[in-house]
């Protein structure tokens, strides 16, 4: 997948935030999605390691999203990356995604 490193902030407790990727090549192509599974694994601080499913909206334009679950979202620094396993059971992992949460004011 491409390698822009990608640096977000996100607020502590949020449900209603959602990440949206499109996934492409090192060389800017879209990855069609189509029979794939997408996840998104990262790290808060140094709590365990998640692996979430990401829902693909747009399959053949490589479009999925992730949509934070309650008590997921917790102040701290992320580090993440979004996993493609597709049809023939190949593995591509994405660049680093970096966040700062905040808590809340």
Known sequence: MATTTTQLTLVAGDTGSTLVFTCKTLQNTVIDLTGATVQFRYQIGTNSVVTNNCTITAATSGVCEYIWSVGELVAGYLNGEVVITDSSF????????????????
């Open 90 to 105: 190949r593995v591509t992992t994405s660049a680093q995604i970096t966040a700062f949460i905040r808590s809340i004011i």
